[in-house]
């Protein structure tokens, strides 16, 4: 009986530490934007009333993306919480459907928001700058997946 309890205690610490490695949502790194930021202005080189758009525009985005993000980590902790519960993991798994449902349309709030961030900042430009974002967007794709790439020994 002592084995079926250790057993079983082992299956829900582990469900739940996959349960919480899924739900660590972070905002991004600061540092990386800052540096991302310093480079769209030194190679971008806005005029000053592009400047003020885009700060305009950032500002509103962000306010929304922290409304979303918020509502994202809420439901990360009430999933996390019904998995802590005690219950048996299909009573959580039941239990917490509406929430997982929820995130998945926050989701897509959040990545509709992005792209329509994306789409009034593209606007803003003129053709030349459009043309050295494209390579910024190559370039720092090329980077971000270099970067997710496991060491090779």
């Known amino acids: 009986m002592k084995k079926i309890i250790c057993l079983f205690a082992i299956f829900i610490l582990s469900l739940t530490s996959v349960m919480a490695h899924e739900c660590n949502f972070k905002r991004p790194d600061i540092k990386e934007l800052r540096k991302i930021d310093k480079l769209l202005n030194d190679r971008l080189n806005f005029t000053p009333e592009q400047k003020v758009e885009i700060r305009k525009n950032h500002t ?14 809420s439901e990360h902790e009430k999933i996390r919480d019904i998995y802590l519960s005690g219950i048996p993991p299909f009573q959580a798994q039941l239990k917490s459907a509406p929430h997982k449902a929820k995130l998945v349309l926050l989701k897509q709030e959040a990545d509709n928001l992005r ?15 459009k043309a050295e974002f494209e390579k910024i967007k190559i ?4 980077s971000f997946k270099n970067a997710k790439k ?3 020994d």
Do not use: Y
């Open 60 to 73: 509103k985005f962000k306010h929304k993306m922290d409304k979303v993000i918020d509502e994202m980590q």
């Open 115 to 129: 792209k329509e961030n994306r789409k009034q900042f593209e606007q803003l430009l003129d053709e030349n700058q």
């Open 139 to 142: 370039e720092l794709s090329k």
């Open 150 to 152: 496991p060491p090779v």
